[in-house]
């Protein structure tokens, strides 16, 4: 459920966004408790981050994923759920939506669907730069 972080300072951005890990709903909590600790294919993610002037739920900055999981308000906010989406897509995220009830009753489903994105990454080039590749 990614909060939009209007004019707020760097220091506010990032209070905010350790607010929102203490009040995390059940359906971020078990999607945490399945991305933490590098569990899906060895990529870490990090939670409650601030992208830009918005807060995602969830973030792997390697592999340019970011991961939601919509409450029921997001049904009436579509609009601004598309502008957060294009925002995060212009800057090279991809975005994954879920329902908190879809995380909630097919976890397994929705594990599988991250898996999926996360083996569709590109592998990262090596930098030529450091005398490695062409």
């Known amino acids: 459920m990614a909060r939009h ?3 707020e300072s760097n220091l506010e951005a990032r209070q905010f ?19 933490r600790n590098r569990r899906v294919l060895g990529h870490k993610f990090r939670r409650q ?8 739920d969830f973030v792997g900055f390697e592999q340019r994923l970011v991961i939601e999981a919509d409450g029921g308000q997001h049904a009436t906010q579509r609009a601004h759920d598309e502008a957060r989406t294009a925002f995060l897509e212009s ?18 489903a929705v594990l ?3 898996v999926e994105a996360l083996r569709a990454t590109p592998s990262p080039q090596p930098s030529p730069s450091r005398g490695e590749g062409g």
């Open 5 to 7: 972080v209007k004019n």
């Open 17 to 35: 966004a350790r607010q929102l890990r203490r009040s995390s709903t059940e359906a971020e909590r078990r999607l945490w408790f399945l991305l």
């Open 49 to 56: 981050v601030s992208l830009g002037p918005y807060v995602v």
């Open 91 to 108: 800057n090279g995220y991809r975005v994954l939506r879920f329902w908190n009830n879809e995380i909630l009753t097919d976890t397994d």
């Open 112 to 114: 599988q669907v991250v």
